[in-house]
């Protein structure tokens, strides 16, 4: 079975490295982008298994990020991270399908928890 791809698109690149080593820890492949643009000019963008990016970003956010993919007919989940909870916002976030929605700093047993609802427990190997 191929290990699933989760990009991660963040501009704080501390925030990359946290989740790109917990992510990796669990089993999964990952490919971090500084930016949603670097991710949708990316070769790896249709290989990607879920991308796991912050809400507020410059250029296009994390909302806007999920909108040009949802036009696209993209099935690819999004867990959704942010400094900046706002109800609204998570609500319009997880109305258009996302797979998650947590505020920084979150708990890495949460973000674990969202990506085994998107592939099951045992999806890593």
């Given amino acids: ?21 917990l992510v990796r820890s669990y089993g999964y492949d ?16 249709h290989n990607t298994a879920c991308i796991i990016s ?3 970003m410059p250029g296009i ?4 990020l999920q909108k040009i993919l949802s036009a696209e007919n993209s099935a690819t989940p ?3 991270i942010t400094a ?3 109800a609204d916002i998570r609500q319009l976030a997880m ?6 929605f ?7 047993e949460t973000l674990i928890h969202c990506l085994e609802r998107v592939f099951g427990p045992a999806a890593p190997s």
């Fill in 1 to 21: 079975m191929n290990t699933p791809l989760i990009a991660i698109v963040d501009d704080d690149e501390s925030v990359r490295i946290g989740t790109t080593s």
């Fill in 30 to 45: 990952v490919q971090t982008y500084a930016s949603a643009e670097d991710f949708l000019r990316s070769q790896e963008r």
């Fill in 54 to 56: 912050d809400v507020q």
């Fill in 61 to 64: 956010g994390g909302l806007d």
């Fill in 78 to 80: 999004i867990i959704f």
């Fill in 84 to 86: 900046f909870p706002d």
């Fill in 95 to 100: 109305q258009a399908g996302a797979a998650g």
């Fill in 102 to 108: 947590l505020s920084k700093p979150f708990d890495g």
